[in-house]
């Protein structure tokens, strides 16, 4: 009997192999089809989240502070991985008057939580040198060779003093933009020079610090909600590059 049946059975499959097979091949190619879109909006969102974070850096927040000093409360905070920062030490003037342009130098942290980096050249290690921010000088509008010299003028002493002092800087390297692209960019140096310039020419006396997330945390904004609470302080969050 069950001889008779698994005969039956391969005799009904032999007549029927047109219409299993392409039944089959339906059923394969939409799993694929499926498949392939999964594949596809993941890879997509990762490439979305690496654009975003070459060009928006992956820090999460940012403080600008009047206090060179690291915020405890930041520094320590369970959520928040490692910091990096950009002293703001002067202004460049232009005609007695300031401009947006700021002075000043950021640590090995600041340039690579923020992904800065170079079109060409190189950063600062003498403290005549000077690595531009690409939309800052064209701002300056001196030209754009690596090598040649960039002529500022900033203010000497204490806030209240109107002297300025003109400075000279070769120029090592110039980075790509960050100044006009960045929430807060406009809070970063454009002209970042050596530590040791930008302590010499402070007069200013600001920071900027930037902090990248464990990366465990996916919801950066409640993060970021519960830390302007924690701390009090008016901190800047990377909208493009947090996701």
Not at 8 to 28: D, E, G
Not at 54 to 61: D, E, L, N, T
Request: glycine share 8%; charged share 25%.
């Amino acid at each position: 009997m069950n001889t008779e049946f698994i005969s039956y059975c391969i005799k009904s499959v032999k007549r029927r192999w047109k219409s299993i097979f392409k039944t089959a091949l339906s059923v394969f190619l939409a799993f694929s089809f499926v498949a392939g879109i999964m594949l596809f909006k993941t890879n997509m969102y990762e490439y979305q989240i690496q654009s975003a974070k070459h060009k928006f850096g992956s820090w999460i927040v940012m403080l600008y502070d009047s206090n060179l000093e690291e915020n405890k409360e930041l520094k320590n905070h369970p959520y928040l991985n490692e910091s990096g920062k950009a002293s703001v030490d002067n202004y460049v003037f232009e005609n007695d008057n300031q401009t947006d342009i700021k002075v000043g130098y950021m640590t090995d942290e600041f340039l690579r939580i923020g992904n800065i980096s170079l079109q060409c050249g190189r950063m600062p290690e003498k403290d005549d040198e000077a690595a531009i921010e690409w939309d800052s000088l064209i701002k300056l509008n001196q030209g754009t060779q690596i090598g040649q010299e960039i002529h500022i003028e900033v203010r000497e002493g204490s806030s209240q003093t109107t002297e300025t002092i003109e400075k000279t800087y070769k120029l090592t390297g110039i980075l790509n933009n960050y100044t006009n692209v960045w929430n807060g960019g406009e809070y970063i140096p454009g002209i970042v020079v050596t530590e040791g310039e930008g302590e010499a020419v402070n007069r200013i006396g600001k920071a900027a610090y930037i902090y990248s997330s464990n990366n465990y945390i996916n919801n950066y904004r409640d993060i970021y909600d519960g830390l302007v609470k924690k701390t009090h302080k008016e901190l800047i969050y990377n909208s493009e590059g947090s996701f």
